[in-house]
């Protein structure tokens, strides 16, 4: 399963007070998501990017039943979580801890955050929904994300994530009370565009 390991970047933690949890996709990496934060407005942030075992956080795609994922599935939620308690322990409270994931990263992003939803810093998911063969609000019936801003962005077709499984997500994220800006490009493909980017600094990290 999932070894504690990852990569960490930016400023220090003592000299910014702000996380960026950055979540690679399928086949990715944590230094190809670290790279991202070149094109993001977070110079003042510390980054922190987990690397999953063989590059994958579970083996089947995110509208599998959640049952056929684990224990991968369960592993890497663990690990968020345990990344989160540790900044925690910091000092650093979750409204200071932001959140960043593209394709099988966006839907790990999402599944965790909604299923601990509270006033988390921001979250960016690139291309991803929340996780299972569909989506069962019983779930993620506890907390509230207290109008946490979370962008989600996808391509229409994308070969991976359904339009739909976006849509439905984001309804459950807004009854939540996210503050959710939801943007479907046309044939974008599976990949993360300019404009995503400008709209995550503009509406994540509050850069115009």
């Known amino acids: 399963m999932h070894k504690k390991q990852f990569l ?12 960026l949890v950055m979540i690679h996709g399928r086949g990715g990496s944590a230094e190809d998501i670290l790279s991202l934060a070149a094109h993001l407005h977070v110079k003042d942030y510390t980054l922190i990017a987990p690397q999953a075992t063989g590059n994958s956080w579970y083996p089947y795609s995110f509208l599998a039943p959640t049952s056929q994922n684990e224990p ?7 690990m968020v979580g345990d990344i989160v308690k540790d900044l925690n322990a910091q000092g650093i409270p979750n409204e200071n801890i932001y959140f960043l994931g593209f394709s099988q ?4 992003t999402l599944e965790f955050t909604t299923r601990n939803a509270t006033r988390w810093g921001g979250i960016a998911a690139f291309t991803g929904g929340l996780i299972g063969d569909k989506v069962n609000p019983a779930t993620y019936a506890q907390g509230d994300f207290a109008g946490t801003p ?3 962005g996808s391509s229409d077709p994308d070969m991976h994530v359904p339009v739909p499984r976006v849509q439905e997500s984001t309804k459950l994220l807004q009854e939540k009370h996210a503050n959710v800006y939801t943007k479907i490009y046309p044939h974008m ?4 565009s300019q404009d995503e980017l ?8 509050n850069a115009a």
């Open 72 to 78: 991968y599935l369960g592993s890497a939620l663990q």
């Open 189 to 192: 493909g599976h990949t993360i």
């Open 198 to 205: 400008d709209v995550v600094n503009e509406v994540i990290f």
């Open 150 to 152: 979370i962008f989600i």
């Open 8 to 19: 960490t970047g930016g400023a220090p933690l003592s000299a910014t007070g702000k996380v």
């Open 105 to 108: 990263g966006a839907c790990l």
